[in-house]
Structures are given as C-alpha cells and as structure tokens.
C-alpha cells in the first residue's frame, strides 16, 4: 500500500501559479507512475499529467500542456505539479495518485489516492 498526503492548493486569481505536492510514503518500490487527476463539482475526476518514477517520463492532457508541469524528486518520494497561468476552468479538487503501470491515463489503472487538495481560480 502506498500513502500519499497532497498539499499546496488555495484560492488564487486568473493569471496565478499554484504549486501542488504529494508526499509519498510505504511500497513506493511498486509504482511505476505517480498522476494528478482533477475533480471539479458535478463532474467526471479527470486525467491532468502524469510522470513515470524511472525516467521522469510525462504524458499531459491538452487542457493543461504549455502551463503545468510535474516533476518529482525519487529522493524524497515527492511529486510537484507546478500549475502556471490558471484559469476559472482549473478549479477542482486534485488528486494525487500511484499505479503499478507506466504514464496510464485511466483513473481505473491507479491503486492508491490522496485525500485531494482544492484548487479555486477566480476571475
């Protein structure tokens, strides 16, 4: 099982940055790619970006290319989802999340979630 803690989110205007973390913790040894999903009032949780453990592999969603952008640092077991240039339509809860497989962009393929951090952009 693995354990992860988001923080980072908050309420920020049009234009803002924002910088997400979730904190890794247990078999860590067993994903092979953490994601961002995003969840936002009366919606589908959606795919945003995720990013392989070996080799920092990424695949991103059209909606957020050219303004997010993960990364991750083995050494802490932290995943970063630096969120540039927000927008009205970024605002949902986001969540961390694990899988076993490599860059999967189905919320099915992931195994472990965080508690999920809100983000709200105002305009």
């Known amino acids: 099982q693995v354990q992860l803690v988001e923080s980072g989110g908050g309420l920020v205007q049009a234009g803002d940055s924002l910088r997400l973390s979730c904190a890794a913790s247990?078999?860590?040894?067993?994903?092979?790619?953490m994601g961002w999903f995003r969840q936002a009032p009366g919606k589908e949780r959606e795919f945003v970006v995720a990013i392989s453990w070996i080799g920092a592999r990424t695949k991103y969603a059209d909606s957020v290319k050219g303004r997010f952008t993960i990364s991750r640092d083995n050494a802490k077991n932290t995943v970063y989802l630096q969120m540039n240039n927000l927008k009205p339509e970024d605002t949902a809860v986001y969540y961390c999340?694990?899988?076993?497989?490599?860059?999967?962009?189905?919320?099915?393929?992931?195994?472990?979630w965080g508690q999920g951090t809100q983000v709200t952009v105002s305009s």
């Open positions: 999340a694990a899988a076993r497989a490599i860059l999967p962009i189905s919320r099915y393929d992931y195994n472990n």
């Open positions: 247990g078999r860590t040894f067993s994903t092979g790619s």
